[in-house]
């Protein structure tokens, strides 16, 4: 593409260019053919292959610190673990198997023998898989999958990360994320918002560029050959506003922090955020193969809430599935996962687990001194709403709300508020599931624009029902970080909205610029509108 632009969905704002390294595919199960001619050989291969793969790991251990260095040490020993490489030699010579297989099947034995020891043995069968697929890489003369540890900053190009991969990425090395698939609402939007990469998604054709370096707008979604000169990315201009959510005729909706690690909520609190309208409590688990304890949840949690200390912080249990696996939470096979046991679903099957993670956050409510209420994502009907009320006071937690995202939610707005204390809006899921277009899939990321009217029309009619019933309505999707849709939002009923540290002060000195009447009319302008541009348009007018 030396001289093409692709063009995508900018989601994570910024300009940065900078030399490509593409992330490898996952390696599937390595072919049991050809048979080798010589199996002696082929065993042979092994041990050098390991011991490449061991040098590589105690090389980058060497540049490491703390917990990564530790990690590394461990899985490059294991890379040279002589009872594995042994049991791979063994089945090239008595099954006749190629040596990447051999190892592939030799990793497995182990693997199942640590998940079933569970603990922390089971945490370790991560570690093997990793060595496992280094090796088999190497035996292949292939990439390793994953993201590679970066040398020097680079633009990092993907077919989609997962959201743990996302989170792990470095933003000092990662000069911006450009992923051929994933969407706009997609977690690996947020996550790459919340470290401030710049990020494009959906670029259909970047897989198949050979660009040695690009030039990425995270602004505009433009992606193109650049120069390989390294240029960091560059944010917009900061906003000027005074940490205090209130329009300039005096009417009040809060500005509050969306978050999911302690990083996020020092920025947020830094920004200036009122205090947090959602805190992902999965993405402090997102690598995790065991249930956290009690008391792990409760340590996670206080730091998270620490920088909040005397401020309302809304944390929402587990949404586990789809999108967010949680390996301790792992449902059986489904064809849609999107639509099947995720969010509160799960804590249906499991209430155990649902009723620990309460008891750990009402601790650290108490250690941290945040104003905490809880929240229960992926819920459909009042029913399930009272539901998890009723266990929330039960762990002693008095105020507890649940999240608008599922359509049939929004319809029974007014039932629901009357047997919660607030309800907040997931217009990233509500969108998924109002347009029956997944949130993670590029083709259909058109359908997932916040400004689409019929999205507008269902937050109308929560807005309502809240105003109705005189309870709060939050927004806490990514819709809140756009100002003049947050004007929008303000007009349609909502009292309080929730974002990244980044959007916070534009979105606040927006609403300090405008008054409720013109939020009003704009709303109206935008419920109008045959199609997200116009809606755009509508609101604009007033403002
Ligand atoms: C805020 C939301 O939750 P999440 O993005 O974590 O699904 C949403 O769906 O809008
Ligand atoms: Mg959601």
New binding site residues.
């Given amino acids: 593409m030396s001289s093409a632009r692709l063009s995508g969905v900018g989601v994570s704002s910024g300009r940065a260019s900078g030399p490509v390294v593409r992330v490898a595919e996952p390696l599937g199960e390595p072919p049991a053919e050809p048979v080798p001619t010589d199996v002696a050989a082929e065993a042979a291969r092994i041990r050098p292959a390991a011991d490449v793969v061991a040098e590589r790991l105690f090389d980058r251990a060497a540049r490491a610190t703390g917990d990564a260095k530790a990690v590394l040490e461990t899985t490059a020993a294991m890379a040279a673990d002589p009872a594995l490489l042994g049991q791979a030699e063994k089945l090239v010579a008595e099954q006749q198997l190629p040596a990447a297989r051999a190892v592939h099947q030799a990793a497995a034995g182990f693997i199942t023998a640590l998940e079933a020891a569970g603990g922390y043995m089971a945490e370790r069968a991560r570690d093997v898989q990793d060595v496992r697929d280094r090796l088999v890489a190497e035996l292949l003369g292939v990439a390793p999958p994953g993201v590679p540890d970066l040398a020097s900053p680079s633009v990092l190009v993907a077919r989609d990360l997962a959201p743990a991969d996302t989170a792990g990425l470095d933003p000092a090395k990662v000069l911006a994320l450009v992923t051929e698939e994933g969407g706009p609402?997609s977690?690996t939007a947020?996550l790459a918002r919340a470290l401030g990469i710049p990020a494009v998604v959906a670029c259909r054709g970047v897989l198949a560029s050979d660009a040695a370096a690009l030039l990425v707008d995270g602004d505009t979604g433009v992606v193109q050959a650049s120069d390989g000169t390294v240029r960091a990315a560059h944010v917009a201009g900061k906003a000027e506003w005074n940490g205090v959510g209130v329009l300039r005729d005096g009417y009040r909706v809060k500005v509050l922090g969306?978050v999911g690690s302690p990083a996020d909520a020092v920025a947020a609190a830094a920004a200036g955020a009122e205090g947090v309208g959602?805190f992902?409590t999965?993405f402090c688990f997102l690598s995790s193969t065991q249930e956290p304890t009690v008391e792990d949840q409760r340590a996670a949690y206080a730091a998270v809430l620490a920088p909040f200390a005397g401020k309302p912080v809304v944390v929402?249990t587990l949404?586990a599935g789809?999108?967010?696996p949680l390996a301790f939470l792992e449902p059986d096979p489904e064809p849609n996962p999107a639509l099947g046991v995720r969010?509160l679903r799960v804590a249906f099957d499991r209430p155990d687990v649902l009723d620990r993670q309460l008891e750990a956050i009402a601790l650290a409510a108490k250690d941290s001194g945040a104003d905490v209420s809880v929240m229960a994502?992926?819920v459909a009907t009042a029913a399930e709403a009272a539901w998890f009320v009723e266990r929330a006071r039960k762990a002693g937690i008095e105020r507890a709300g649940v999240?608008i995202?599922v359509p049939a939610a929004a319809l029974v707005a007014r039932e629901i508020l009357a047997v919660v204390d607030f309800v907040?809006?997931?217009?990233?899921?509500?969108?998924?599931y109002t347009f029956a277009a997944d949130?993670q899939v590029g083709a259909v990321a058109a359908l997932n624009d916040p400004w689409q009217p019929a999205l507008l029309r269902l937050v109308q009619l929560v807005g309502e029902a809240g105003t109705a019933l005189g309870k709060p309505v939050g927004?806490?999707?990514?819709?809140a970080a756009d100002p003049l849709l947050a004007c929008v939002l303000t007009g349609l009923g909502v009292t309080s909205l929730?974002m990244n540290h980044t959007a916070l002060a534009g979105v606040g000195a927006k609403l300090a610029s405008t008054s409720f009447d013109l939020c009003q009319l704009a709303a109206r302008g935008a419920l109008g509108a045959a199609d997200p541009a116009s809606a755009k348009l509508a609101a604009r007018a007033p403002h």
């Fill in positions: 609402t977690h947020i969306n959602l992902r999965e929402r949404d789809a999108d967010k969010g994502p992926m999240m995202e907040s809006l997931g217009t990233n899921d509500l969108a998924q949130r927004v806490c999707g990514e819709a929730s």
